[in-house]
């Protein structure tokens, strides 16, 4: 948990006691006896995470992200609570991705504006893993009319994950050398 106080009674100092609590949207708000206007925000990890991922412009997160904020276990229950709330959705083992609630099922979907496709991509980069598109992929944008079915990509390199979301998987082609 993070704490920060502000007033004049914690630049002096002073210890303070909770006489108040109130909480909204993940942050305790608690009223300190010593003085009237001091109040010492406790925000929870939760609440930190959400911000974070809020705050982004990447769509895909690893689990290493949220490192720092908290430990590995409490991270974990976390992005699994924030995934059965519909903010989040599971790609890969500690792969997630920003979602949004689909406006005709009321289901959670990846929130990217290429869907999985942008999302699969981005998490190989995010993974460090070499990649380019597959051979359907490039042809399509050399002006052949044939438009990919499903996402394939090049991986140079060993590269064992599984990349998922509902019957969305990435395909790998390896490179022929």
């Keep these: 948990m993070r704490a920060s106080l502000f007033g004049p009674a914690t630049m002096a100092g002073l210890a303070y006691v909770a006489i108040d609590e ?3 949207r993940g942050i305790r708000w608690e009223k300190t006896q010593t003085c009237q206007t ?6 929870t990890l939760e609440s930190s995470i959400r911000e974070k991922i809020r705050k982004s412009r990447r769509m895909v997160f690893l689990r ?19 995934e059965a709330q519909g903010r989040l959705v599971r790609i890969g083992k500690g792969l997630y991705a920003k979602a949004r609630m689909n406006r005709i099922t ?3 979907m990846i929130a990217a504006p290429g869907g999985f496709d942008q999302a699969a991509k981005e998490a190989l980069s995010r993974l460090g893993v070499q990649w380019e598109p597959a051979s359907a992929e490039k042809a ?4 052949h009319a044939q438009i990919p079915a ?7 390199g060993p590269f064992h994950r599984q990349i998922v979301y509902g019957k969305h998987y990435l395909s790998i082609e390896r490179y022929s050398s």
């Design 106 to 108: 009321g289901k959670p």
């Design 22 to 24: 109130t909480e909204h």
């Design 140 to 143: 399509y944008q050399a002006g």
């Design 150 to 156: 499903r996402v394939v990509v090049k991986v140079k």
């Design 64 to 82: 290493d992200d949220f490192a720092a904020l908290g430990g590995y276990d409490q991270v974990g229950r976390v992005l699994r609570k924030l």
């Design 38 to 43: 001091c109040y010492m925000i406790i925000q």
